[in-house]
Protein backbone atom coordinates (compact mmCIF):
# COMPACT_ATOMS: atom_id res chain seq x y z
CA UNK A 1 0.00 0.00 0.00
CA UNK A 2 2.81 2.26 1.00
CA UNK A 3 5.42 2.86 -1.64
CA UNK A 4 8.35 5.24 -2.31
CA UNK A 5 9.80 5.35 -5.45
CA UNK A 6 13.69 6.73 -4.42
CA UNK A 7 16.32 7.82 -7.06
CA UNK A 8 19.44 10.10 -7.86
CA UNK A 9 21.48 8.43 -6.25
CA UNK A 10 24.95 7.67 -7.71
CA UNK A 11 28.85 8.81 -8.14
CA UNK A 12 30.05 12.24 -7.32
CA UNK A 13 33.51 13.94 -6.67
CA UNK A 14 34.07 16.09 -3.84
CA UNK A 15 32.41 19.62 -4.06
CA UNK A 16 29.58 17.97 -6.49
CA UNK A 17 26.39 18.05 -6.32
CA UNK A 18 22.96 15.43 -6.33
CA UNK A 19 19.47 15.66 -5.74
CA UNK A 20 17.76 12.91 -4.30
CA UNK A 21 13.72 12.57 -5.05
CA UNK A 22 10.95 10.27 -2.95
CA UNK A 23 8.23 9.92 -4.86
CA UNK A 24 5.48 8.93 -2.54
CA UNK A 25 1.62 7.03 -2.61
CA UNK A 26 -0.49 5.27 -0.20
CA UNK A 27 -0.88 7.62 2.50
CA UNK A 28 -2.10 11.16 3.13
CA UNK A 29 1.57 12.81 1.84
CA UNK A 30 0.21 16.56 2.88
CA UNK A 31 -0.43 14.83 7.17
CA UNK A 32 3.04 13.43 7.13
CA UNK A 33 6.43 14.74 8.19
CA UNK A 34 8.69 13.97 5.14
CA UNK A 35 12.49 13.44 6.24
CA UNK A 36 15.74 11.87 4.70
CA UNK A 37 17.62 9.76 6.68
CA UNK A 38 21.57 8.22 6.01
CA UNK A 39 23.23 4.97 7.04
CA UNK A 40 27.17 4.80 6.27
CA UNK A 41 28.93 1.30 6.44
CA UNK A 42 29.21 0.54 10.04
CA UNK A 43 27.32 3.65 11.54
CA UNK A 44 23.74 3.92 12.68
CA UNK A 45 21.08 5.59 10.57
CA UNK A 46 21.11 9.13 11.36
CA UNK A 47 18.47 12.15 10.70
CA UNK A 48 19.44 14.40 7.71
CA UNK A 49 17.04 16.76 7.46
CA UNK A 50 13.22 16.77 8.21
CA UNK A 51 10.44 19.30 6.67
CA UNK A 52 6.77 19.26 8.04
CA UNK A 53 4.12 19.92 5.53
CA UNK A 54 4.09 23.70 6.82
CA UNK A 55 7.37 25.06 8.59
CA UNK A 56 10.63 25.31 8.89
CA UNK A 57 13.19 22.54 7.75
CA UNK A 58 15.26 20.81 10.53
CA UNK A 59 19.00 19.61 9.43
CA UNK A 60 22.23 17.86 10.73
CA UNK A 61 24.34 20.26 11.63
CA UNK A 62 26.89 17.99 9.23
CA UNK A 63 24.73 18.80 6.18
CA UNK A 64 23.50 22.43 7.00
CA UNK A 65 24.19 24.90 5.09
CA UNK A 66 24.70 22.37 2.26
CA UNK A 67 22.06 20.27 1.76
CA UNK A 68 18.12 21.58 1.20
CA UNK A 69 14.86 19.89 1.86
CA UNK A 70 12.32 20.58 -0.09
CA UNK A 71 8.20 18.60 -0.76
CA UNK A 72 6.24 19.06 -3.36
CA UNK A 73 3.02 18.22 -2.09
CA UNK A 74 1.23 18.38 -5.59
CA UNK A 75 3.95 15.57 -6.72
CA UNK A 76 3.82 13.73 -3.43
CA UNK A 77 7.45 13.71 -3.58
CA UNK A 78 9.85 15.38 -1.15
CA UNK A 79 13.58 16.68 -2.63
CA UNK A 80 16.94 16.48 -0.48
CA UNK A 81 19.56 18.93 -3.04
CA UNK A 82 23.03 17.73 -1.72
CA UNK A 83 25.69 20.48 -2.78
CA UNK A 84 29.54 20.73 -1.78
CA UNK A 85 29.49 16.83 -0.80
CA UNK A 86 31.98 15.44 0.68
CA UNK A 87 32.99 11.87 0.98
CA UNK A 88 31.90 11.54 4.51
CA UNK A 89 28.53 11.76 3.01
CA UNK A 90 29.16 8.64 1.53
CA UNK A 91 25.56 6.29 2.87
CA UNK A 92 22.77 5.04 1.20
CA UNK A 93 19.72 7.68 1.95
CA UNK A 94 16.39 6.91 3.10
CA UNK A 95 12.93 8.89 2.26
CA UNK A 96 10.75 8.60 5.35
CA UNK A 97 7.28 9.60 6.18
CA UNK A 98 6.18 10.14 9.94
CA UNK A 99 2.52 11.26 11.12
CA UNK A 100 2.15 9.36 14.33
CA UNK A 101 4.46 7.49 16.86
CA UNK A 102 2.94 4.53 15.22
CA UNK A 103 2.23 5.75 11.54
CA UNK A 104 6.52 5.61 10.02
CA UNK A 105 7.20 4.51 6.34
CA UNK A 106 10.63 4.24 4.69
CA UNK A 107 11.65 4.08 1.31
CA UNK A 108 14.45 1.37 0.27
CA UNK A 109 17.08 3.78 -0.13
CA UNK A 110 19.76 5.23 -2.85
CA UNK A 111 23.51 4.86 -2.82
CA UNK A 112 25.21 7.76 -2.54
CA UNK A 113 29.20 7.79 -3.12
CA UNK A 114 31.30 10.96 -2.74
CA UNK A 115 34.77 10.46 -3.96
CA UNK A 116 37.86 10.87 -5.96
Known amino acids: QVQFVESGGGWVQPGGSLRLSCLASGFTFSSYVMSWYRQAPGKERELVAA???????TYSLSVKDRFTISRDNAKNTVYLQMNSLKPEDTAVYYC??????????WGQGTQVTVSS
Open 96 to 105: NARRLRSNVY
Open 51 to 57: MPNFGAA
